[in-house]
């Protein structure tokens, strides 16, 4: 188990959004017609108005397995879940609705959604080969010991990504929307599932 104070200092920490309070950051940049971080462009501000329809839909619709739920309730220690993400990103409004619902019946859990692109230095201890892809769940306990990470997103979709990056022939466009697919097919159930084998292998250490 590795210590990462270091990575959250106290402006990290500070700027940490709760989950309410970044709903509400999704909705005042799409009123802008723009997105969170430097980049700015017409399609992020696309991307961004049709996440924040996603993440709407999932915090109602999204139903959590009960496997992940006897997973989630066996947590017996405070610790918080922070979630490196951006609003114009499609697998984070795919997967954190997700995650939040599975953690939110249990009180031990925080969740804290920090931005990518303010958090340089946090997004760059936990790069996926070398990327700063998101989102990116860190749990911690108190002491900011390293309990588990997840992300940037299931091993299905990663599959459709990697094959895509090795032979773009596809239009960005035409991929987002063949992974758009492959989550509503999925159904939310690949996450939980990642996540459930996660805990299962935290238990089993202690």
Do not use: H
């Not at 987002?176 to 939310?188: F, G, L, M, S």
């Amino acid at each position: 188990m590795k210590n990462v104070a270091n990575l959250f200092p106290l402006p990290v920490t500070e700027t940490a959004y709760s989950y309410a309070d970044y709903m509400f950051l999704m909705q005042k940049v799409v009123l802008e017609n723009r997105t969170t971080g430097p980049k700015q462009s017409e399609d992020l501000a696309f991307y961004t108005k049709l996440n924040l329809a996603r993440m709407q839909r999932l915090n109602k619709k999204v139903e959590i397995s009960e496997d992940l739920k006897a997973k989630v309730a066996q947590i017996n220690i405070p610790q918080t879940w922070y979630i490196l993400t951006e609003a114009w990103c499609g697998d984070a409004a795919q997967n954190i609705p997700v995650l939040v619902a599975a953690a939110l019946p249990n009180p031990l859990i925080n969740v804290k959604l920090l931005l990518r692109d303010e958090n340089p230095e946090l997004m760059d201890a936990y790069t996926t080969n070398g990327g700063r892809s998101i989102p990116k769940l860190i749990s911690v306990d108190e002491d900011f010991n390293e309990l588990f990470t997840w992300g940037p997103r299931p091993a299905g979709a990663n599959e459709l990504m990697l094959q895509y990056k090795a032979n773009p022939v596809q239009t960005m466009k035409e991929f987002v929307e063949d992974i758009q697919r492959w989550y509503i097919a999925d159904k939310a159930q690949s996450v939980q599932k990642e996540l459930t084998e996660i805990l299962e292998g935290v238990f089993a250490e202690k």
